[in-house]
C-alpha cells in the first residue's frame, strides 16, 4: 500500500489516515470586538475544532489608502456593504488588532485548541514569529506572492496553503519556493472563491482534492469560502485532511464574511458529521469485520448432493449441485469434482466433502 503524505502541527498528525484536522477562521467575524473574539474561540472549541485561525495584517500592510478605480470592490455576487467601498476602507473594518493576537492565543490554547495565523507580508510573519505560532497559512491570494513564500518558508514551519484560484503551474512554483526555503512540511487546500450564499455544487470540484495529493505529493485538504456546512463534510469524505470554516457568532450581525460563514451550532453539526463521514471511511479492509458478517458467510453457496449416490459412483451434474448454505467444499471445486467417485454411500442433501470422495489415482 502506498504511503499518504502526513505533517505534524504541535501534537497533531495531519493527513487522510489521521483524524480531519478541523480549523475554524475566525478572520473578521469579532466585528473588532475583543470580547466578540473570545467568545468566537470558545464556540470553536465547543463546537470540536481542532485550531482557531487568524488573519495578520494592517490595512497600511495589505494595500494602498487609493480611492481609485483599481482599489474599489466589486463583483456581481459581494455584498452591498462592499459595494464603492475601498479595499482600505474594507481591511480597516476587517483587521483582527496585533495586540489582541498574543491574548488569543493564550485562550485558544488553554482550551486545547492550536492557534495560527495567515500573515500577509512579512512584518507579519515576524509579530509570529515571537508569538511562536506552530505552522503558517498561505492565501489563496498570495500563492504567487514569492517573496513572502520565501520568508514563510525560511522559518522552517509546516505551511498549509490554499490554492483557490491557482493553476498548476502557480502551485508548482510556490511548492518549489516553500521547498527550496527551509519549508518540509506542506498542506494545499482546494479552495472556491466565489464566496457564494447559496453554494453551486457543479463549481465546487472536489476530486481536485485527490489529485492535489497525487500530483504535488502534500496532504491535500479543504477551504470553504462559501455558504453552509455541507460541502466541507463531502470534501472530508473526498478526501480532505484538513478542513477549515468561518466561524461567526450570528450572521445577522453582519461584515465582510458573514454570509459565508456559519454559526456555532452549523460548525458543531459540521464537525459531527465529519467525525461520522471518519468512523464510516474506517481503514482499507477485506474479509469479514463483524461477527456478523462472519456468521453470514454461513450463506455463501456450496456443494451439496442432490440424489442418493451409491459407493462407486460417479458425481454428475444430476447428483451434486452449488446452492446455499456454505456447508460443502467449495464451488471452486465443482468442475475438479465432476468424474470422480463417491468413496462411501451417500445420502441426498448432504453437504459434500473431501472425505467422501476417493482419491484420485496417479
Known amino acids: 500500500m502506498i504511503k499518504q503524505p502526513s505533517i505534524k502541527i504541535g501534537s497533531k498528525k495531519i493527513g487522510v489516515d489521521y483524524p480531519r484536522f ?13 470580547d466578540e473574539a473570545v467568545d468566537l474561540i ?3 472549541a465547543k463546537a470540536g475544532a481542532d485550531a482557531v485561525k ?29 459595494k464603492n467601498k475601498t479595499l482600505y476602507q474594507l481591511y480597516k473594518k476587517a483587521y483582527t488588532p496585533r495586540e489582541w493576537q498574543p491574548k488569543l492565543k ?3 490554547e488553554s482550551l486545547g485548541l492550536i492557534f495560527f ?23 489563496s491570494y498570495d500563492v504567487v506572492n514569492i517573496p513572502l513564500l520565501i520568508r514563510i518558508a525560511n522559518t522552517r514551519k509546516p505551511v498549509i496553503m490554499s490554492v483557490g484560484f491557482a493553476s498548476v503551474n502557480e502551485i508548482k512554483t510556490a511548492i518549489e519556493s516553500l521547498r527550496a526555503n527551509g519549508t518540509r512540511q506542506i498542506a494545499i487546500l482546494h479552495c472556491v472563491t466565489a464566496y457564494s450564499k447559496e453554494p453551486k455544487l457543479d463549481e465546487m470540484n472536489l476530486r481536485t482534492i485527490g489529485d492535489i495529493s497525487e500530483t ?22 473526498a478526501g480532505a485532511a484538513i478542513v ?16 459565508f460563514s456559519i454559526e456555532p451550532d452549523e460548525f458543531e453539526r459540521m464537525t459531527l458529521n465529519i467525525r461520522k463521514a ?20 454461513h450463506f455463501r453457496p456450496s456443494i451439496w448432493v442432490i440424489k442418493d449416490i451409491k459407493k462407486g459412483d460417479k458425481f454428475k451434474k444430476e447428483n451434486i449441485r452449488c446452492v446455499r448454505p456454505g456447508n460443502g467444499l467449495s464451488p471452486k471445486h465443482y468442475e475438479k469434482i465432476l468424474g470422480l467417485r463417491a468413496k462411501v454411500n451417500i445420502e441426498q442433501v448432504t453437504p459434500l466433502s473431501w472425505d467422501l470422495i476417493e482419491k484420485q489415482k496417479r
Do not use: M
Open 278 to 297: 471518519e468512523e464510516a471511511l474506517g481503514n482499507v479492509h477485506y474479509g469479514p469485520a463483524s461477527p456478523a458478517e462472519e456468521y453470514n458467510k
Open 244 to 259: 477549515e470554516k468561518h466561524l461567526i457568532l450570528k450572521r445577522s450581525s453582519g461584515g465582510p464574511d458573514a454570509r
Open 117 to 139: 495565523s495567515t500573515p500577509f507580508d512579512k512584518s507579519a510573519v515576524d509579530f509570529l514569529e515571537k508569538l511562536l505560532v506552530p505552522c503558517y497559512k498561505v492565501s
Open 22 to 34: 478541523i480549523v475554524a477562521e475566525l478572520s473578521g467575524n469579532h466585528h473588532q470586538k475583543f
Open 54 to 82: 487568524l488573519q495578520t495584517y494592517t490595512p497600511d500592510t495589505i494595500t494602498l489608502n487609493s480611492n481609485k478605480k483599481w482599489f474599489r470592490a466589486g463583483g456581481e455576487d459581494n455584498p452591498e456593504s462592499w
Open 42 to 44: 470558545k464556540a470553536a
Open 106 to 108: 493564550k485562550i485558544a
Open 216 to 237: 504535488f505529493g502534500v496532504v491535500a485538504g479543504f477551504s470553504d469560502n462559501n455558504a453552509g456546512n455541507e460541502i466541507p463534510v463531502q470534501a472530508a469524505i
